[in-house]
């Protein structure tokens, strides 16, 4: 048990669509990041937020974009999907002081 | 820009044998060095993690060691048992940089 909720656990979407994906994470983890990982590879880094602000990004398009809320929510959003979006989506935490990062379960999203 | 390899791709062993992954990484300026296991459609969990300044640490039938100067890291798995099944990913970061992932080792024990 990570206390890294996502939701939802399973999606599919037309290309050309917008998507949010959902994460919730501990009390008290002011760092928050996402991760994209297609089928066989290992997971990148899209951006991270540490209090609301985003102080990392990876090599994603603009049209990847996040937020991060005051109860320790956030959300990835992906407008105009396009097929290679295809992929789970990870969303991670950690606290100011620790060095252990914690992993949701994950979101698959299916583009079609 | 730092890549990280992992070694083999994939594993198939008998059970109650001991095994080795290998991760190897190019920018030796590293901050840790995590393994995580994944389990297939899930997400990640720690397994280990290993600061800098560290050589090596264990976890039970697990034993990751680290030598930063040749930018290797190994992970030995003792005794191995049909649950150790899993993808088993190693990832590096410096400092407050995200962590970067090696594409993994799928390790099948078969009973």
């Known amino acids: 048990e990570t206390g890294v909720t996502q939701s939802p656990t399973h999606l599919i979407k037309t290309r050309g669509q917008q998507v949010t994906l959902r994460c919730s994470s501990q009390s008290g983890h002011n760092t928050v990041s996402w991760y994209q990982q297609a089928l066989g590879q290992g997971p990148q880094f899209i951006f991270q937020?540490?209090?609301?602000?985003?102080?990392g990004r990876g090599n994603f398009p603009p049209r990847f974009s996040g937020l991060q809320f005051p109860n320790y929510s956030s959300e990835l959003n992906v407008n105009a999907l396009e097929l290679d979006d295809s992929a789970l989506y990870l969303c991670a935490s950690t606290s100011d002081s620790g060095n252990t990062i914690y992993f949701g379960e994950g979101s698959w999203l299916t583009v079609v | 820009k730092q890549e990280v390899t992992q070694i083999p791709a994939a594993l198939s062993v008998p059970e109650g044998e001991n095994l080795v992954l290998n991760c190897s990484f190019t920018?030796?300026?590293?901050?840790?060095l995590q393994w995580f296991r994944q389990d297939p459609g899930k997400g990640l969990t720690s397994l280990l993690l290993i600061q800098s300044s560290q050589r090596e640490q264990t976890s039970g039938r697990l034993n990751a060691s680290l030598d930063k100067s040749s930018g290797r890291s190994t992970l030995y798995i003792a005794a191995s048992q049909p649950g150790d099944s899993a993808t088993y990913l190693c990832?590096?970061?410096?400092?407050?940089?995200?962590?970067?992932f090696g594409k993994g080792t799928r390790l099948s024990v078969i009973a």
């Open positions: 920018d030796s300026a590293i901050y840790n």
């Open positions: 990832a590096v970061n410096s400092g407050n940089t995200p962590l970067v």
């Open positions: 937020y540490y209090r609301e602000e985003e102080n």
